[in-house]
T-cell receptor, first 111, second 113 residues
Framework: GESVGLHLPTLSVQEGDNSIINCAYSNSASDYFIWYKQESGKGPQFIIDIRSNMDKRQGQRVTVLLNKTVKHLSLQIAATQPGDSAVYFCAENIPDDKIIFGKGTRLHILP | ETGVTQSPTHLIKTRGQQVTLRCSSQSGHNTVSWYQQALGQGPQFIFQYYREEENGRGNFPPRFSGLQFPNYSSELNVNALELDDSALYLC????????????FGSGTQLSVL
């Protein structure tokens, strides 16, 4: 079965506010984690990744936090914009080097 | 755009039929992975191909099979289609040396009636 999941299926955020999307994983041997964004009618698009020897990584307007103690991953999006509306998936690289996805969180931007 | 193209974009089949889905990898990529994404779910790993051989498989029955060609393009074949096979089928290419960075196509939406 899946070892990656999400706490909330839908998240509504006011435009301009920060968004935080959470993810729990269960495979303690996973060494690499990725966040993907999927817009309607498109395939998943890579956003940011983090290796298990790190606890934080920043990109442009996005930050990923990894807490290995509680097997928790989060994606923070600063100053959320209408173009951020999408489904966000966390994924993990399990020990045989296959990428396994969680169920996803839909991010809805309120005007 | 990722450079990964899939065809067709949409397909309707009836139960029991067979289907072939196609994928062209991004230039420079030597590995292709196929995923099945049911409505409202995350992509489920079907299998991966490297150097024209299967390099890992998820929890899918043998009626799901694939091919990778010398030019790194790929096919996904599904025999004896079932209603539950209705889903978006995603192809992702990568380089084995950096296997984690998957580049996805837009998928083929398969409907089985």
């Amino acid at each position: 079965g899946e070892s990656v999941g999400l706490h909330l299926p839908t998240l509504s955020v006011q435009e301009g506010d920060n968004s935080i999307i959470n993810c729990a994983y269960s495979n303690s041997a996973s060494d690499y984690f990725i966040w993907y964004k999927q817009e309607s009618g498109k395939g998943p698009q890579f956003i940011i990744d983090i290796r298990s020897n790190m606890d934080k990584r920043q990109g442009q307007r996005v930050t990923v936090l990894l807490n290995k103690t509680v097997k928790h991953l989060s994606l923070q999006i600063a100053a959320t914009q209408p173009g951020d509306s999408a489904v966000y998936f966390c994924a993990e690289n399990i020990p045989d080097d296959k990428i396994i996805f969680g169920k996803g969180t839909r991010l809805h931007i309120l005007p | 755009e990722t450079g990964v193209t899939q065809s067709p974009t949409h397909l309707i089949k009836t139960r029991g039929q067979q289907v072939t889905l196609r994928c062209s990898s991004q230039s420079g990529h030597n590995t292709v992975s196929w995923y099945q994404q049911a409505l409202g779910q995350g992509p489920q790993f079907i299998f991966q191909y490297y150097r024209e051989e299967e390099n890992g498989r998820g929890n899918f029955p043998p009626r799901f099979s694939g091919l990778q060609f010398p030019n790194y393009s790929s096919e996904l074949n599904v025999n004896a289609l079932e209603l539950d096979d209705s889903a978006l089928y995603l192809c992702a290419s990568s380089r084995l040396e950096s296997n984690e960075k998957l580049f996805f196509g837009s998928g083929t939406q398969l409907s089985v009636l």
